[in-house]
């Protein structure tokens, strides 16, 4: 019963903040109410705050005992849904597939795939040395296993 109206409170409060949504949501065995958002701009503090407050001031406390964390999806937390990679376009990817790992700069992101960009050294065609060549491949998000943002400091 909690779960059901925690989803209630929660669709409310992201229907209130349309550049938010949903990454996460867990309920443990000890009422620890879980919820991990991303944004489109990014999340805020503020975003946090008020999505807790949503959900916090409409459940009584007296009904169920409940501990409630809002939390936005870190920096190097996996990207997990397509409107992830739609925000992180233009920036430098890291993508484990079912065939390996590639690097590349996220160039395009639909509702079916993504295409990284990258520059690789191949040999010439004639004589000795290297090239270097651009590259582009598409990856359906089914054959995505992790694809993390790569930060540079």
């Not at 700069?105 to 191949?122: G, M, P, S």
């Amino acid at each position: 019963m909690l779960k059901e109206k925690v989803e209630s409170l929660l669709g409310k409060a992201l229907e209130e903040h349309p550049s938010l949504f949903l990454i996460d949501f867990t309920i443990g065995g000890d009422n620890t109410i879980k919820v991990v958002l991303d944004g489109d701009k990014g999340v805020t503090l503020q975003d946090c705050m008020d999505v807790s407050r949503a959900i916090e001031h409409n459940l009584d406390r007296e009904e169920e005992d409940f501990s409630l964390e809002v939390a936005s999806a870190g920096a190097t937390s996996p990207l997990k849904m397509p409107r992830q990679y739609t925000k992180n376009i233009g920036r430098k990817l890291k993508v484990r597939t079912d065939s390996g790992e590639l690097e590349g700069t996220l160039v395009q992101a639909t509702d079916n795939n993504i295409t990284l960009e990258w520059k690789a050294r191949e040999p010439k065609p004639v004589g000795k040395g290297k090239v270097t060549v651009q590259k582009k491949r598409d990856i359906p998000f089914s054959e995505i296993q992790e694809a993390k943002v790569i930060l540079k400091f």
